[in-house]
């Protein structure tokens, strides 16, 4: 069974520029969550899909960032216009069930100069 | 305030000896803990989940959780080279799961 996969893996953008990203969770996989970490501080907390529907978007950091997960399947992140601050490794992870064990893709690299 | 807090690190243990790993976090009611091993450049990958207190064992890891005191801990035993990782404490609260800092593991050989 395949894991929760991320494109791309990496990424270098221009200030200014959009990027999104993708998540394929889990298949079965109905909880899809977004995470970000930054150089030298922990994990955090983006946002939480159940299904189609956004649970929990508190972790978002402004509204230059806009997630979709169309039809419950994969998710899109999208930074439009990126800024230095959010270079990170953004972490996707997909659970079965709510408070259940999350299983994490590789993580986006992503580089803003 | 921290939510979930872990000693960065790095813990040195040498080969073969037991390394203890420490978490506490906030009491908020979370029931469950999870434990992710994560590798220079790689993805968290689950260790151990635990939602009782007491003692779960699997393999070379125990977990324990004690809610009275707010903490869980991770023991590994047996410590290999191949346990350097950074290991990542972890309680899922309301919708999300809220991570610590992470504690650096190196086993010296």
């Known amino acids: 069974e395949a894991g929760v996969t991320q494109f791309p893996s990496h990424s270098v953008i221009e200030k200014g520029q959009t990027v999104t990203l993708r998540c394929d969770p889990i298949s079965g996989h109905d909880n899809l969550y977004w995470y970000r970490r930054v150089m030298g501080k922990e994990i955090k907390f983006l946002l939480h899909f159940v299904k189609e529907s956004k649970q929990d978007e508190s972790g978002m950091p402004n509204n230059r960032f806009l997630a979709e997960r169309t039809g419950g399947t994969y998710s899109t992140l999208k930074v439009q216009p990126a800024e230095l601050e959010d270079s990170g490794v953004y972490f996707c992870a997909s659970s079965q069930a709510q408070g259940g064990v999350a299983f994490f893709g590789q993580g986006t690299r992503l580089t803003v100069v | 305030q921290k939510e979930v807090e872990q000693n960065s690190g790095p813990l040195s243990v040498p080969e073969g000896a037991i390394a203890s790993l420490n978490c506490t976090y906030s009491?908020?009611?979370?029931?469950?803990f999870f434990w992710y091993r994560q590798y220079s450049g790689k993805s968290p990958e689950l260790i151990m989940s635990?939602?009782?207190?007491g003692d779960k064992e699997d393999g070379r890891f125990t977990a324990q959780l004690n809610k009275a005191s707010q903490y869980v801990s991770l023991l590994i035993r047996d410590s290999q080279p191949s346990d350097s990782a950074t290991y990542l404490c972890?309680?899922?609260?309301?919708?999300?799961?809220?991570f610590g800092p992470g504690t650096r593991l190196s086993v010296l050989p």
């Open positions: 635990i939602y009782s207190n």
């Open positions: 009491d908020r009611g979370s029931q469950s």
């Open positions: 972890a309680e899922h609260y309301g919708q999300n799961f809220v």
